[in-house]
């Protein structure tokens, strides 16, 4: 069973910077992929960014530079540095990761928000 363990959420004003970070435990080897969703009340979630163990980056808007997706190495630890944040950005982020015995896990979520 994999167990992830989120953390670095929290209230900002507009333009600022928060930093989130994903631990995952319980898998054997390094995970091949590791990413950040996001969900807003009455939406689908929607990828923010992943990376796989390779180092190989994907964001949801190519042209995004706000968020940086990053993972220490071939370990199972990934974190999204997210700057100059907008009150669009105010969403519920989730950490998914896998495959890891041929499923996805997901965390349990971490609010991010955003005033104006």
């Known amino acids: 069973q994999v167990q992830l363990v989120e953390s670095g959420g929290g209230s900002v004003q507009a333009g600022g910077s928060l930093r989130l970070s994903c631990t995952a435990s319980?898998?054997?080897?390094?995970?091949?992929?590791m990413g950040w969703y996001r969900q807003t009340p009455g939406k689908e979630r929607e990828l923010v960014a992943q990376?796989?163990?390779?180092?190989?980056?994907m964001y949801e808007d190519s042209r995004e530079t706000r968020f940086t997706i990053s993972r220490d190495g071939k370990e199972n630890k990934i974190s999204l540095q997210m700057n100059n944040l907008k009150p669009d950005d105010t969403a519920a982020y989730y950490c998914k990761v896998g495959p890891v015995w041929n499923q996805y896990y997901w965390g349990q979520g971490t609010q991010v928000t955003v005033s104006s």
């Open positions: 990376i796989d163990n390779d180092g190989g980056t």
């Open positions: 319980g898998a054997m080897g390094s995970i091949i992929m």
